[in-house]
């Protein structure tokens, strides 16, 4: 572990008691999550893995808050502070492939968007695909890169497919088919890979991934503000243990229902 990263950590530990530490360094910073094996299982069975740990589906999201974030700037100013931003964050957690298969993503863009032609998401993955082969050929066979990719494919699908309904879905409704779409899609990895699979994992998943976001952002504000001046971080850490509470709430609440979790 580096020393910036040792560093932020320090503050996560300083500001949160367990399971809130562990899930909290494990959300932000991509850290093994040590906690107690009944919550473990529970996260597996909820269908929450994806979230409670740093993925390609967390990176993403945080690359979207990013965009809205440097949306008042110009376009060529405000895709520079997205860059050193994601970079900053790649270094400081460091390659992990799942998080590198949403920076390429997000880096083919840019080049897209500054070149002035229009950004596919299917030419995007693509591409990100082909230089991983070149680059790093062994996350090719990495299962939390396979299962990056077939989730960005369930997101394509998807985008291909909402346009089609009659009606504007709320948010909940939005995140919840989105979820389903991605479950069907990467069911087939995760019965190959792990003989099992968890069918809450749409609800559980529409339930809390609009947490992640404001708990990633209070987490590296922790870090930062423990650094300074350690008197502070309690007054994010309290409101922020809330939301990982309700977090862990929904883990027991779908990980424990009967049926919900199928091994084969």
Not at 99 to 114: H, N, Q
Not at 198 to 203: C, D, L, T, W, Y
Request: with cysteine; proline share 6%; charged share 10%.
């Amino acid at each position: 572990m580096n020393t910036i990263l040792s560093l932020a950590v320090k503050g996560i530990d300083a500001s949160f008691h367990e399971p809130y530490a562990s899930l909290m360094k494990g959300l932000v910073y991509g850290l093994p999550i040590q906690i107690d094996p009944v919550l473990k299982q529970e996260i597996v069975k909820s269908g929450l893995a994806h979230l409670v740990v740093l993925s390609g589906a967390n990176v993403t999201l945080l690359t979207q808050f990013s965009e809205k974030l440097f949306f008042s700037l110009s376009k060529k100013l405000g895709i520079l502070f997205q860059l050193i931003f994601l970079c900053g964050f790649v270094l400081l957690v460091g390659p992990q492939a799942p998080l590198m298969r949403a920076v390429s993503m997000f880096i083919c863009t840019i080049v897209c968007v500054l070149a002035g032609r229009p950004s596919s998401i299917v030419w995007n993955l693509f591409l990100t695909i082909f230089f991983v082969a070149i680059l790093q050929p062994k996350w090719i066979t990495s299962i939390s890169f396979q299962l990056s990719v077939f989730a960005t494919i369930g997101i394509i699908i998807w985008g291909i497919v909402s346009p089609y309904f009659e009606k504007k879905l709320n948010p909940f409704s939005e995140v919840f088919f989105e979820s389903w779409v991605v479950f069907l899609v990467t069911a087939p990895v995760s019965i190959w890979y792990f003989k099992s699979i968890s069918i809450m994992s749409p609800v559980s998943t529409a339930l809390v991934s609009w947490l992640i976001v404001p708990l990633m952002i209070a987490g590296f504000a922790i870090s930062l503000l423990y650094s300074i001046f350690p008197p502070l971080a309690p007054l994010i850490a309290l409101p922020t243990q809330m939301g990982l509470h309700f977090i862990i709430f929904i883990i027991q609440m779908t990980g424990r229902l009967p049926f919900g979790y199928i091994l084969f």
